[in-house]
C-alpha cells in the first residue's frame, strides 16, 4: 500500500518537477529569455534547447538573422548620423549618405521581424515538446462498493 502511494505521489511531482519553460519578454532594444527566473543569453538558449531539434534550429535561425538585422542597422544609423553631425557642426551635409542609411535599415528590418517571429516560435516549440513529454494526465475514477462483507473503497486508474 504504502508503494502505491509513492508511485502516485511520484506521478503528480513528475508533472511539475520537469516544467522548465522559457518565457519571451518583448523589451526596448529587443527580447529576452528568462527560465526559471534567470535571464537567458542566446548561446544559453540555444543550449537550453538542444533537446527539441525543430525548436533549436528556429532558434539558430533567429540568432542568425538577429546579427544581420543588427549589423544593417548599426550601418545605417552611422550613415544617417555622418550627415547629422556634419550639419551640427556647420560643414556641408552630404545628405546622399542619409538616404543610402535608411535604404540599409530599411533592408533590415525584415531580418528583425523574422529574428523576432522564429525566436517566438522556436520558444513556443520547445514549451509545447515539454508539455507532451511530461503532460501524464492522472485521473483516477473511485467507486464505493457494498457487498455482503463490508464497504469498501476503489480507485481505478
Sequence with gaps: ??????????????????????????I????????NGQKLNWKALDN??????????????????KTISNILSFAGGALIGIPIGQSISDQDPNWTLAYIGGGIIGIGIPFSLSAFNKANEGVDKYNLSLKSATAFEFKPEFKVMANGNGIRLSMVF
Design 28 to 35: 526596448f532594444f529587443g527580447y529576452k529569455f528568462i527560465q
Design 1 to 26: 500500500m504504502k508503494k502505491i502511494i509513492i508511485v502516485i505521489i511520484g506521478f503528480f511531482f513528475l508533472n511539475f518537477s520537469f516544467g522548465q519553460e522559457i518565457e519571451m519578454k518583448l
Design 48 to 65: 537550453a534547447t538542444e533537446s527539441n531539434l525543430e525548436a533549436n534550429l528556429l532558434i539558430k535561425k533567429a540568432k542568425t538573422h
